[in-house]
């Protein structure tokens, strides 16, 4: 099996597809690249962009080429020595639509149907109108109004002999046992005749059988019934608005409630992905489902399609730790079944989990690591300026008017999101708990009422995304985390409901489980504390991720994935002592900086970054700017458009994503960029919820704030404020592409497998999906690969981003020719001596006699001053220098990205101004003196 050693993401759709990755197969490996790590590849909903609306599990997507195109990449891959890891996605499949099959059946057949149990529904509601229904919130609007529309039809498959409501594109199949209900008014004695055995039908499993035969007797009928079931569809549509009660009462009759899709927040009687009711949750905890779901991934590990999984979203599933041990079981059961070549190695499984300040991944799952979010939030960290924080943050108070504190952002959204679009789920959550309550004379006088405040409280102060409750109750980490939330919850709830929280803590795990009796109780509890950590997952992705991080701006390039944006700074010791506990727990953990879900893309946020070290001049030009800006906004009725703080947003947004060479009178290239970031400011305003939402747009405030950046980038009025932006932006460049830089080394040479976002081995200034997964243009980076030039060279036409490939090809093929160097090697902190030592991070790379020193420089504008290249000058390091340890003694250093560069001594000490003098960062390879004469 080929080693994991450097992965690279691919997105594949429609667009883009498994056989227009073979031809890049060459240039990947040439980067240095082992493993084409895919997005979801199982059949999506039709003309899904990601993937990651799996409608079919059983069958690799044919939008994509299927299986026969997946089995000629991974040939083209093989033929290279490299790999395929596959991004899988457990917690949840699409639903609505006419797509997915089990998801038919449930509607069809209720909780009798044999996928009832795949999605996690909770048939027993405490609304009578849902006892035993699934809500189905695909309506454009009430029931009612689109019944009397006529926006319900009915519709007969001839080819399959059945009968369906529909709405728009989405389907509601007939429970068979109300065919009858249709077929008496067909004014056809045989059609009539059959009517009266579908009524005869119940919901058995025998019943679904005899279905199944009758819908091809229905078939036959049809083709010589002429329009009769047309007549019978016609005798129950709404006339003007009239005459709907008979579809009605069909409708009533089924085992779904069609509602709009606004009532989904509140009425949900099912667990959808966070609140999207198009991804239904799964019951991947129950053995049938895990096979049913993963058969065809079994099947393509087995017959060596895959190398590696990707497990999405794992923080969704009922009980990560059970799910992930059972995954590494049965992988390991199928890999001697394997071709020959590929039965060596360890296979990979990784999960998308976002760690929070101080949590770690448990290293009891049997998984090789994180999908590599908190790295790319150890590295943002080292890049920014703590003495920025202060002034950055006095900016955006004083600008936007909100508190710069992002954790009362973060608690005002969870109330938001909580009571909003995850009421529902935390009703039923509620609800669950009261019936414990109930069974306890100790308890049962609690009250719903006090129950959910006391629970709302509790979730709005969780500090981390979940707990991992099992039998035999919380860790000791997980208590504290718990003992957080308690904390806080009693700051916020009134004494009386103290007590409460007491309750809650023993229902929610503080009380083992193992200490109750098999019994229903036991039970409900068991799936309360399911519920409750599958809850505070969602909660915290809406709020942190899809919230507060569009709200708050004191710098928004600490507003990502994985990021805590109240942290601003840490130390080069915080960055070394992250690497040295990777490489003893998860050393092979995938290392990104960045992903298909970024807000930002990674030299976007490398520039932003600058703007730490640049506060005062920030500070100074945004007050500039905005007083130029006065024209262009408009007084509404609920304020100015654009507020002041999407302006002060779109301000830093504008300076971090301008293209390197885009002019300020280039009118196609100004309209490009507009487009785009109109794109990005309605994704913004809408995901803040203070002036839109996605649920209900502002159209008035929209259009203006979309006025003003069309103002601003496309006509004369903007013109000298363009100006000013433009330059502005010229000048943050050459620090931003250092840092770049500096982060895509650091990536590619600490501890764990760097994972390469698509076409980020050039420049990537995107924003947030869609934005980041526009097409890449891989034939200009086929080209500059195969004319490849040094390092030193590429840096002198830095713009077209050549120079960050010739570093990644340069590393990543030094990985490859020292990989067990790189996969096992020791991780030293090197310390480093002088007047500029806080702006250089240093460390070492041994294993037996082999080394490698890394060194990049960090906070670095002031040492670029207004130098035009991503270089510092020599002279400004001054008297700086890396002490070496004595293993290095004797050894000569080689630079891996200068050939020509004379090789530097080894004594005590290196010379800052002799390691980066025609080199922005440095990889140096250690020779001894016998390596010296023997090459």
């Not at 302006?647 to 490009?672: F, H, K, T, V």
Request: proline share 5%.
């Amino acid at each position: 099996m080929t080693e994991l050693r450097a992965s690279v993401r691919l997105q594949f759709h429609k667009g883009f597809t498994l056989d227009d990755a073979v031809p890049l197969v060459d240039y990947f490996a040439r980067l240095g690249i082992s493993h084409i790590y895919a997005s979801p590849l199982l059949t999506a909903r039709p003309g899904s962009m990601h993937g990651y609306d799996v409608v079919d599990p059983t069958r690799v997507n044919p939008e994509l080429g299927g299986e026969a195109a997946l089995q000629r990449l991974v040939a083209a891959l093989r033929g290279k020595g490299m790999g395929l890891i596959l991004d899988i996605v457990s917690n949840h499949m699409a639903v609505g639509g006419d797509a997915n099959p089990w998801w038919l059946d449930v509607l069809e057949w209720g909780a009798s149907s044999a996928h009832a149990k795949f999605f996690d529904i909770h048939w027993e509601s405490h609304d009578p109108l849902l006892r035993g229904q699934l809500l189905v919130p695909f309506l454009r609007s009430d029931y009612g109004e689109v019944l009397a529309a006529g926006e319900i039809e009915l519709h007969f498959d001839a080819q399959r002999g059945l009968l369906y409501a529909k709405h728009y594109d989405h389907r509601f199949p007939l429970n068979p046992p109300t065919y009858g209900d249709v077929l008496q008014h067909s004014g056809h004695p045989e059609l009539q005749a059959l009517g009266k055995r579908f009524a005869a039908l119940d919901d058995s499993p025998e019943s679904q059988r005899q279905a199944r035969v009758l819908f091809r007797e229905l078939v036959a009928l049809a083709s010589k019934a002429g329009d009769a079931i047309e007549c019978a569809l016609a005798s129950l549509r709404p006339v003007d608005g009239q005459h709907f009660e008979a579809l009605h009462q069909l409708l009533e009759r089924q085992h779904y409630r069609l509602a709009s899709w606004r009532t989904a927040a509140d009425d949900i009687n099912w667990r959808r992905f966070f609140d999207i009711n198009e991804l239904g949750g799964l019951k991947v905890e129950r053995h049938d489902v895990f096979e049913a779901t993963h058969a065809k991934i079994f099947e393509l590990i087995e017959t060596g399609l895959v190398d590696g999984l990707r497990i999405d979203h794992v923080d969704g599933l009922a009980n990560p730790r059970a799910y992930c041990r059972k995954l590494r079981r049965r992988v390991e059961r199928l890999l001697p079944r394997r071709p020959a070549e590929l039965r060596t190695g360890r296979f990979p499984i990784y999960v998308e989990k976002i760690l929070g300040e101080g949590e770690q991944l448990p290293r009891d799952w049997g998984v090789d690591g994180t999908t590599g979010y908190e790295f790319m939030n150890q590295v943002s960290l080292l890049q920014h300026a703590p003495d920025g924080e202060s002034v950055l943050a006095q900016l955006w108070s004083e600008t936007s008017g909100r508190d710069a504190d992002f954790m009362a952002e973060v608690r005002e959204a969870r109330q938001l999101v909580l009571t909003t679009s995850l009421a529902g789920d935390l009703e039923a959550l509620a609800q669950g708990l009261l019936l414990i309550a109930r069974d306890d004379i100790a308890t049962r006088d609690l009250t719903l009422g006090a129950i959910r405040r006391a629970l709302l409280e509790l979730i709005v102060h969780f500090p981390v995304y979940r707990t991992y409750v099992s039998a035999a109750g919380r860790s000791a980490s997980d208590q504290a985390v718990f003992d957080q939330a308690l904390e806080g919850a009693r700051g916020t709830l009134a004494e009386a409901d103290w007590p409460l929280l007491d309750h809650l803590d023993n229902w929610l795990g503080g009380k083992a489980l193992s200490t109750l009796a098999p019994s229903p109780q036991r039970k409900l509890w068991t799936k309360m504390i399911e519920r409750f950590q599958q809850l505070t997952s969602p909660a915290a992705a809406k709020a942190v991720e899809d919230t507060a991080c569009y709200r708050s701006a004191v710098l928004l390039s600490r507003n990502d994935v994985g990021f805590d944006p109240q942290q601003f700074s840490a130390p080069i010791e915080a960055f070394h002592e992250g690497c040295v506990e990777r490489a003893r727990h998860f050393p092979a953990n995938l290392l990104t900086t960045a992903t298909h879900d970024h807000k930002r893309g990674e030299d976007t946020r490398a520039r932003l970054a600058v703007l730490s070290e640049r506060a005062e001049w920030f500070a100074e030009r945004c007050r500039r700017w905005r007083d130029m800006a006065a024209p262009l906004r408009e007084e509404l009725e609920d304020g100015l458009a654009p507020s002041p703080g999407d302006e002060l947003m779109l301000l830093q947004i504008l300076l971090a994503c301008w293209p390197l060479d885009l002019q300020a009178d280039d009118s196609d290239g100004l309209q490009r960029l507009t487009e785009r970031l109109v794109a990005w400011q309605e994704k913004a305003v809408r995901e803040a919820k203070l002036r839109s939402t996605w649920s209900n747009p502002n159209e008035r405030y929209e259009q203006a704030c979309r006025s003003y950046l069309q103002t601003l980038l496309g006509t004369a009025q903007g013109a000298t404020l363009r100006t000013e932006i433009r330059t502005a932006a010229a000048q943050l460049a050459p620090a931003g592409a250092l840092n770049s830089l500096a982060q895509s080394l650091l990536r590619m040479s600490v501890p764990g497998v760097p994972d390469l976002y698509q076409g980020c081995e050039f420049w990537d200034f995107s924003l947030v999906d869609p934005d980041n997964r526009r097409p890449v243009d891989f034939a200009a980076r086929q080209q500059a690969v195969n004319t490849a030039q040094p390092l030193s060279q590429a840096l002198g036409h830095w713009h077209d981003g050549q120079v960050k490939q010739a570093l990644i090809a340069a590393t990543l093929n030094l990985r490859k020719a020292h990989q067990q160097l790189f996969a096992e090697g020791g991780y030293q902190p090197l310390k480093v001596e002088g007047e500029q030592a806080d702006r250089v991070v240093a460390f070492l790379r041994s294993l037996g006699e082999q080394h490698v020193v890394v060194v990049v420089p960090r906070l670095s504008a002031a040492l670029l001053g207004d130098s035009p290249m991503p270089l510092i000058d020599a002279d400004q390091w001054g008297d700086t220098r890396i002490a070496l340890p004595a293993t290095l003694a004797g050894m000569a250093l080689h630079s891996a990205f200068d050939s020509a560069a004379p090789p530097l001594p080894t004594s005590t000490h290196i010379a800052l101004r002799d390691v980066l003098r025609d080199v922005p960062v440095n990889l140096l390879i250690a020779h001894s003196p016998s390596q010296e004469s023997h090459p």
